[in-house]
């Protein structure tokens, strides 16, 4: 082959390919599973990049998307109804809406997404964005006495919100996560009695480590929370009509109480995912960092992208670890790069790296954090004043700063965040004024990670390569 | 009309809540709580409230006619 030939056969291989992206862009069918932040903002983003096939979007709630963080904090303080979170559109999206129905399977030879109904959505390309949902109450029988509750959707906030307005005696709170905390907070500022229990030793022992939980615990205290920390509910009572009344603790003592709201946590939804090949399970749906879906034996896939908290994926700040994120921007900034890498080729193809973010408000301070605190294993406050609630701590692990807290500090936190992605020396210095005089790294004071529950064993069959895979094995008890 | 408020990069400088104080208003010190779907009639006030933070954290919906909600 002489060089001319050469060049122009190389020249109509690209045009080729550009032609093939060009078909996708104006005749693909993308079809995107879960119709909540992540999942709107993908489908603004696809048609921003130019995709102007048929768009499908599917999720289980009624309801078109809506904002989820001011459900535990405006809607249960009753100043703005559950009906009014609906998220604000930035660009027209020309969707299909199934909205109502589940999904229920997915399969991947045929290209098929399943439905509740029993319809079945044909896609060339896929994205997972099907989040979590409560975890209920374990117990199912007291799960469903009257009066027991958990709090993610629209309509499980309206329900609180009208028990919460209801005026019960006494207020319940199972778990002091976030959630637990804001929902404690409001009780408190409505007035309302309320009792926190938390199996570990401080409210966002989780998140934020036992020294700064211990912060966030006198926090509850100095507001009237009856806080009891190191304890489980062993036993949720009702009366004869089915309303609880009473739980019974682990120390064998007992709260009267009318209305329990248990905040455990969250469970990713990826149960209609099962037989599916992907690596999903629990820990949410295995990804690489340009959002594409692992399937169950490791390797990346083409054709299904996974974003918001669902996904789990490598950070190269974090050692490279699998994380998930269950923050707000993770979702849009996720979703932004799954929808730019579905209708883009290997060279173009952006990477998902978000320094994580969080906020959330309680007792009248804002809590703001960078980073992954449970990365760090010590904790120094480097500016402000524990004892007004106003200050920024910082997190680190072998001599570098992996994240840092804000309580009503917040206009700090962009100097932290430049040192946590710098993978800065830590203890960082401290900038400007208000320098406590302790500067002290301590450790932070994580739990241990628990061992999880309920994993699907994974196992390896064949022996011949072509036959060589994983597979889940129900958990073995 | 809707909105949403960036509250990663809001600092509570409060500049919305002088503007539109039916419509953002602090928790606290620094913590900004606000209405997701105000009326309408505060469009120009929130509009301003917008365009007024330092941060440019607010979003405003873009479309008059939202699309979308039919129940498969």
Not at chain 1, 61 to 87: I, M
Not at chain 1, 305 to 326: I, K, N, S, W
Not at chain 1, 340 to 349: A, G, I, K
Request: hydrophobic share 40%; proline share 7%.
């Amino acid at each position: 082959m002489n060089r001319a030939t050469a060049t122009g056969f190389l020249r109509e291989r690209a045009q080729q390919i550009a032609d093939l992206v060009a078909a996708f862009k104006s005749s693909g069918r993308i079809v995107i599973v879960g119709a909540s932040l992540a999942g709107l903002r993908a489908a603004e983003a696809l048609r921003h990049e130019g995709f102007s096939g048929h768009l499908t979007i599917i999720g289980d709630e009624p309801y078109e998307p809506y904002d989820r963080p001011p459900l535990s904090k405006q809607v249960l303080k009753g100043w703005v109804p559950a009906d009014h979170t609906a998220l604000p559109r930035v660009r027209a999206i020309d969707a299909e809406w199934r909205l109502g129905v589940a999904a229920t399977g997915l399969d991947r030879v045929n290209r098929q997404v399943h439905l509740a109904n029993g319809d079945q959505v044909p896609f060339d390309r896929l994205l997972i964005a099907t989040g979590t949902r409560a975890r209920p109450w374990p117990n199912p029988t007291e799960a469903a006495l009257d009066g027991v509750l958990t709090l993610r959707t629209r309509d499980d906030a309206a329900r609180v919100q009208a028990r919460l307005a209801a005026g019960p005696q006494r207020v319940l709170i199972i778990g002091a996560g976030f959630i637990g905390a804001e929902m404690a907070s409001i009780c408190c500022e409505l007035g309302i009695p309320v009792t926190v229990t938390e199996r570990g030793s401080a409210p966002l022992v989780g998140a934020l480590g036992g020294v700064i939980g211990a912060i966030a615990a006198e926090m509850q205290r100095d507001h009237g929370v009856d806080l009891r920390t190191g304890v489980s509910v062993a036993a949720l009572e009702g009366d004869q009509r089915g309303q609880v009344r009473r739980a019974r603790l682990s120390d064998g003592s007992t709260v009267e109480t009318d209305l329990v709201l248990a905040s455990l946590g969250s469970m990713r939804n990826t149960e209609w995912l099962e037989g599916a090949g992907l690596a999903a399970g629990f820990w949410g749906v295995g990804c690489d960092a340009g959002c594409r879906a692992f399937d169950i034996n490791g390797v990346v896939t083409d054709s299904i992208f996974v974003a918001g908290d669902v996904a789990r994926f490598p950070h190269v700040l974090y050692e490279y670890q699998f994380l998930t994120l269950e923050h707000w921007d993770n979702a849009v900034l996720g979703a932004a790069v799954a929808a730019h890498n579905m209708v883009s080729l290997e060279p173009d193809r952006r990477p998902h790296l978000p320094l994580p973010a969080f906020w959330s408000s309680q007792f009248g301070v804002n809590i703001k954090s960078v980073g992954v605190c449970s990365f760090g294993d010590e904790v120094v406050v480097t500016q402000g004043s524990v004892k007004e609630r106003r200050f920024a701590a910082a997190y680190g692990r072998r001599g570098r700063i992996v994240a840092a807290v804000t309580f009503n500090h917040a206009k700090w936190l962009e100097y932290y965040a430049a040192q946590i992605e710098r993978s800065a020396p830590f203890p960082p210095p401290a900038p400007g004024y208000e320098q406590p005089e302790d500067r002290q790294p301590v450790p932070a004071a994580f739990p241990d990670p628990r061992v999880p529950t309920s994993i699907p064993d994974v196992v390896l069959t064949g022996h011949d390569p072509t036959e060589r895979g994983a597979e889940f094995r129900a958990p073995s008890r | 009309m809707r909105i949403i408020v960036d509250l990663n990069r809001c600092l509570g400088y409060a500049q919305c809540v002088f503007l539109a104080p039916d419509v953002f208003t602090l928790h606290g010190e620094e913590a900004l709580m606000y209405d997701p779907n105000p009326d309408d009639a505060k469009r120009l006030r929130v509009l301003r409230a917008a365009a007024a933070c330092p941060v440019q954290a607010i979003v405003v919906d873009r479309l008059d006619d939202t699309e979308g909600g039919a129940t498969s």
